[in-house]
């Protein structure tokens, strides 16, 4: 068995641990907060969340018997279009910056980040009817 560790200054909330988990031993609660519950330990030997997690945020290392759950919280930023919570500041800050400068100059700059995948979608498909409709 290992304990889990999490640096919660370089966490931002991406669950891309939680995906990778094979055993599904990371759980999280969403609302208007995200919450991310990590197990003291881990009986897997795998290092599948350590390796999936770009931030560093994870390590594994020898057991603390008694430790308790590590719980993080984020507040989740709402969707301009339909105000459901969906991404946290970190991860923001963190899209903003991994996107090309070239890129970040277009009709509507960077603005389309503040919207949730399913109103991003919409926005397209509503984009792509239009210019359709104009040839």
Do not use: Y
């Not at 507040?75 to 970040?104: N, V, W, Y």
């Not at 995948?117 to 210019?131: F, H, I, Y």
Request: aromatic share 4%.
């Amino acid at each position: 068995m290992r304990s889990l560790f999490v640096d919660e200054r370089r966490c931002i909330g991406c669950l891309a641990c939680k995906e990778s988990c094979p055993e599904g031993k990371i759980r999280i609660m969403d609302d208007e907060v995200r919450e991310i519950i990590f197990p003291s330990t881990c009986g897997n030997d795998c290092t599948i969340c350590e390796e999936a997690c770009q931030e560093k945020a994870i390590s594994l290392g020898d057991e603390r018997p008694g430790a308790p759950e590590i719980t993080l919280r984020f507040h989740l930023i709402p969707c301009e279009d339909c105000l459901r919570g969906f991404i946290t500041e970190p991860m923001l800050e963190r899209l903003k910056a991994s996107i090309p400068r070239d890129l970040q100059i277009d009709s509507s700059g960077l603005s389309w980040l503040r919207l949730c995948p399913s109103c991003r979608r919409a926005l397209e498909r509503e984009r792509m009817a239009a210019s359709h409709l104009r040839r």
